[in-house]
């Protein structure tokens, strides 16, 4: 069985609004001083799901990709330390910047240039941009299925029966691998690196593919060539009226604004 | 001339509020010269009038069901169908568990591109321009299209719907829905929940990781139901167990718009704004003076919750 996971490296998503800051000519967020970037958090949630079907299997092999910047490593070995077997970095100065489309389509060459692969898993969308789109442009760039934000699954032989969560409930939903599936926060805590794990991952070789490598054509990847133009990037203004109830207790604040909440006809 | 499609839902039979929301969208792009707004309903012709009447000039009718979430592969051949036929150059759907899979999958059939999320949007020298929220709220990024169909799901809530006209009417027009449908649904269940569903709530009293304590939900809930309103949670909280995932009000949860928001031990990370900043009136227990969560109240209480909320519950009953 084998196993695509695919992993991003982004700004701290728990980083405070007083650090964060635009670079509004350049439509970039800069990053925050002393805060690293982090592996996207749905994003051990996939590899975790890889691993819990491989270990049910007892056999099978867990290729992390990555594409980015070279902290895109940093991604890359979490998985690894958490117990994927391999790693590519997809890498080209003609990959920064670009859209969900266009990664998409990366994303789904490196796959076929793996080869052989059952499942394709990827966290429910990057809390960067948040839009959720990759695993469905991955899986329609493959020509498979995909089913999307799953808290759980389970595979008999070819067919992966998946637990998925909608706005308003559950959905329990089958497909014929091979598949791309997103997971969700509900899926379950990642297992945490050992640290001989850690060692190990040290010596597992990551594999470092081009634009080229990929076979992509010169309108297929560049910023130049996004499909969803960014026009502009700032952050929006929010201005403070608030008024804080006083008083000389805890006890007389909440009457106060028990009274405060009924003169503006609030409760 | 091009138009605008809007791809409308359904809940227990009737058209879904969100839908009526996407064709105030619709109608606003049409002021601005973006051509006649046709809708996409999966059902039968009752659902065609108050389509017509909250906006559309033409309704395009898909078998029923072709449009249920985890249906996005047969939905999206009803809808690539539905906007050939009506000749949209923009397609809006809802931010919903059905949007979320068929903005893409027909942006990629199409070779274009789709803006999730979308909190407003504007014609721009004829092309749609869309501004949406990232990095968690803290920036918001305004968007183009390269290709000619231009895709956008509206995040819920982010529009008012406008006032019903029984006196509008249109054409309606019946669609294939002809997609191949690889994944098969076996079961779908509602979420259990507890009183007042947490959308259509008028009061909302949430509950965040500053509570340290999973029984202080026990103390939300006493006053939530008290104001005849729902439960929610941030996401820290969700995520350490503490609260179900079906009440996450935020980024990656619930959008509310309660007359009043009553945030407990919450700072108002831009996760969490991003799901209750449009309730008309936000009311923050806090310790710190300089949370983000106190700023964007209009009344505060500075003080520790575990002081403040029971008393708070008895002076609420004392008023009555």
Known sequence: MNIVVCVKQIPDPETPASQFAVDEAAKRVIPAQGIA?????????????????????????????????????????????????????????????????????????????????????MGRASADWDMGVAPLGVAEQLGIPCVTIAKSMELDGDTLTVERVLDDGFQTVEVDTPAVVSISNEFGEPRYPQLRQIMLAAKKTVQVWSADDLELEDDEAGEDNRWLALEALYIPQVESNVEIIEGDSPEEQAQNLAHKLREAKLI | MPGTLIIAETADGAVAPLSFELLAAARALADEGAGSVSALVAGDESLAQPLFEHGADAVYLAPAGSLDPGYAETGAGAALAAREAADADIVLMGQTSVGRDLGPLMAFRLNTAVAMECL????????????????????????????????????????????????????????????????????????????????????????????????????????????????????????????????????????????????????????????????????????????????????AVVEDYKKVVPALIEAIKALD
């Not at chain 1, 819990?52 to 902290?71: F, M, Y």
């Not at chain 2, 202080?216 to 609260?243: K, P, V």
């Open chain 2, 120 to 299: 407003s949007l504007a014609i721009d020298g004829g092309r749609l321009r869309a501004v949406r929220s990232c990095y968690g709220g803290n920036a918001n990024a305004e968007v183009t299209w390269r290709g000619d169909v231009q895709i956008a799901t509206l995040k819920p809530k982010a529009l008012d719907p406008l006032p019903a006209d029984a006196s509008r009417s249109g054409s309606v027009t019946s669609i294939d829905a002809t997609g191949e449908q690889r994944v098969r649904v076996i079961s779908t269940e509602a979420a259990e929940s507890t009183g007042v569903r947490l959308e259509d709530a008028e009061v909302v009293v949430s509950g965040g990781r500053g509570l340290g304590d999973p029984s202080a939900f026990e103390m939300m809930e006493e006053l939530s139901q008290l104001l005849g309103g729902a439960t929610g949670a941030s996401r820290a909280a969700c995520d350490l167990g503490w609260y179900p995932p079906s009440q996450q009000v935020g980024l990656t949860g619930k959008t509310v718009t309660p007359n009043l928001y009553i945030a407990v031990a919450i700072s108002g990370a831009s996760q969490h704004m991003a799901g209750m900043a449009g309730s008309k009136n936000i009311v923050a227990v806090n310790r710190d003076p300089d949370a983000n969560m106190v700023q964007v109240s209009r009344f």
């Open chain 1, 37 to 121: 970037p982090v592996v996207n958090p749905y994003d051990p949630q996939a590899t975790e799901a890889a691993l819990r079907l491989k270990d049910a299997a007892g056999e099978g092999k867990v290729t992390v990709i990555s594409l980015g910047e070279d902290s895109a490593r940093d991604a890359i070995k979490h998985a690894l330390a958490m117990g994927a077997d391999e790693g590519v970095l997809l890498s080209d100065p003609d990959f920064e910047n670009i859209d969900n489309f266009q990664t998409a389509t990366a994303l789904a060459r490196a796959i076929e240039k793996v080869g052989d692969v059952d499942l394709v898993l």
